[in-house]
């Protein structure tokens, strides 16, 4: 789980334009979906696009989660960095990661980078060329985050755009662990009296109340309080009826301007 960018708070305007085309499928499993559903946490995760760029990304954000990597954000605090290198360990046995694994047990579920600094930083950047270590943190994003979030989505009956809200939502918020993760916001919507289509609701109404959950759970942690990739985003997205995240595609996150056309 990753929240507000590192550079949302510098960087002005970014506009990006990526190749023209119109996604037509209402699954997100679907190749060019599933890359534009990249593309959207990638602008809110790291003010940009280019999510392909994020294998090697490292810092500690302030979150209380210790360290925040890779593609999709995994913390050295929430287990799911400790899962991904043990996996790389599996893949590739002797890598550059490996010595970090008893640490990375010890400070899970903690702030802290014992035993990982100060080398660890420069060494995930180097493991992040290795394409054994980028199908990896594939392969535990999708485990971890994108499957689970589409799966329910579908037994929800949402088509894509649905599909991309819940699955940015677990990216922030996980999954199993309290009232404030992915399950919480689905009950909360539940709760306010909103149905799935899957349940005879309508699916607008749905993932506005879905969002209105949202929206409260980020605001009671001051991580997550800018809800702009709710707000100027996937709202603006459902106000302009793209359940299929039709292109063209423009939004604004963290106060940068984005496109796919």
Same mark, same amino acid.
């Given at each position: 789980?990753?929240?507000?960018?590192? &550079? /949302?708070?510098?960087?002005?305007?970014?506009?990006?334009?990526?190749?023209?085309?119109?996604?037509?499928?209402?699954?997100?499993?679907?190749?060019?979906?599933?890359?534009?559903?990249?593309?959207?946490?990638?602008? %809110?995760?790291?003010?940009?696009?280019? !999510?392909?760029?994020?294998?090697?990304?490292?810092? =500690?954000?302030?979150?209380? @989660?210790?360290?925040?990597?890779?593609? +999709?954000?995994?913390?050295? #605090?929430?287990?799911?960095?400790?899962?991904?290198?043990?996996?790389? *360990?599996? !893949?590739?046995?002797?890598?550059?990661? $490996?010595?970090?694994?008893?640490? &990375?047990?010890?400070?899970?579920?903690?702030?802290?980078?014992?035993?990982? =600094?100060?080398?660890?930083?420069?060494?995930?950047?180097? /493991? /992040?060329?290795?394409?054994?270590?980028?199908?990896?943190? $594939?392969?535990?994003?999708?485990?971890?985050?994108?499957?689970?979030?589409?799966?329910?989505?579908?037994?929800?009956?949402?088509?894509?755009?649905?599909?991309?809200?819940?699955?940015? %939502?677990?990216?922030?918020? #996980?999954?199993? !662990?309290? =009232?404030?993760?992915?399950? #919480? +916001?689905?009950?909360?919507?539940?709760?306010?009296? %909103? *149905?799935?289509?899957?349940?005879?609701?309508?699916?607008?109404?749905?993932?506005?109340?879905?969002?209105?959950? @949202?929206?409260?759970?980020?605001?009671?942690?001051?991580?997550? $309080? $800018?809800?702009? *990739?709710? =707000?100027?985003?996937? *709202? @603006?997205?459902?106000?302009?009826?793209?359940?299929?995240?039709?292109?063209?595609?423009?939004?604004?996150?963290?106060?940068?301007?984005?496109?796919?056309?």
């Amino acid at each position: 789980m990753k929240t507000f960018s590192r &550079l /949302a708070a510098t960087v002005l305007c970014a506009a990006v334009l990526v190749t023209p085309g119109t996604a037509q499928a209402a699954d997100l499993n679907d190749p060019a979906l599933k890359d534009i559903a990249m593309q959207l946490v990638s602008s %809110a995760e790291n003010s940009s696009l280019d !999510w392909r760029a994020q294998f090697g990304y490292v810092e =500690d954000i302030d979150d209380g @989660r210790g360290y925040t990597a890779g593609i +999709i954000g995994f913390c050295s #605090g929430t287990g799911d960095m400790l899962d991904l290198v043990r996996l790389y *360990r599996d !893949w590739k046995p002797g890598n550059v990661l $490996e010595k970090y694994l008893p640490a &990375l047990e010890r400070v899970n579920g903690t702030p802290s980078h014992d035993g990982l =600094d100060p080398t660890f930083q420069n060494d995930w950047r180097t /493991a /992040a060329n290795d394409g054994t270590f980028q199908g990896a943190q $594939e392969h535990e994003r999708d485990r971890v985050y994108f499957n689970p979030a589409v799966n329910r989505a579908k037994q929800d009956g949402v088509q894509a755009l649905g599909q991309f809200i819940y699955y940015d %939502a677990i990216v922030m918020h #996980g999954d199993g !662990w309290g =009232d404030l993760d992915f399950s #919480g +916001i689905r009950q909360r919507a539940l709760n306010s009296g %909103a *149905r799935p289509s899957a349940q005879g609701g309508d699916e607008v109404q749905w993932l506005h109340a879905f969002l209105d959950a @949202r929206v409260w759970t980020m605001k009671q942690e001051p991580a997550h $309080e $800018e809800t702009s *990739r709710v =707000d100027t985003a996937q *709202r @603006r997205f459902l106000d302009e009826g793209k359940l299929n995240l039709e292109r063209p595609l423009q939004w604004h996150v963290y106060g940068d301007y984005f496109e796919i056309s």
